[in-house]
């Protein structure tokens, strides 16, 4: 079971990027997808999420607007799509998934609730 996160690199503010999340092991349409970030001196904060019940997205008021969650059935994959990029969104990017039931509505912004963690990729945001 893994999950395998790509796609960062260097992006131009009010550029774009796209990142990938790849799943092995397990069928990813049955599980809850986060995307959770960690820049550099602060503490890993939520950034998105996708259902697994209601297909819903969800985003942190930070990147809302800017950022789509989506996934492919087909390639078993998830994608945060990244526009209008900011030098506030350095930081380094994980995916997350679970399928486990949660008792509160919110949960998806607890990374503790999370099973499946994917390695991480590094974004910057510079000129």
């Known amino acids: 079971v893994q999950l395998q996160a790509s796609g960062g690199g260097l992006g131009q503010p009010g550029g774009s990027l796209r990142l990938s999340c790849a799943a092995s092991?397990?069928?990813?349409?049955?599980?809850?997808v986060g995307w959770f970030r960690q820049a550099p001196g602060k503490e890993r904060e939520w950034v998105s999420f996708?259902?697994?019940?209601?297909?819903?997205?969800y985003y942190a008021d930070s990147v809302k607007g800017r950022f789509t969650i989506s996934r492919d059935s087909a390639k078993n994959t998830a994608y945060l799509q990244m526009n209008s990029l900011k030098s506030q969104d350095t930081a380094v990017y994980y995916c997350?998934?679970?399928?486990?039931?949660?008792?509160?509505?919110?949960?998806?912004?607890?990374?503790?609730?999370?099973?499946?963690w994917g390695q991480g990729t590094l974004v910057t945001v510079s000129s």
């Open positions: 996708s259902s697994r019940d209601d297909g819903r997205p």
């Open positions: 997350t998934a679970d399928g486990s039931y949660h008792a509160y509505s919110t949960w998806y912004k607890d990374e503790k609730e999370y099973t499946y």
């Open positions: 092991g397990f069928t990813l349409d049955s599980y809850g």
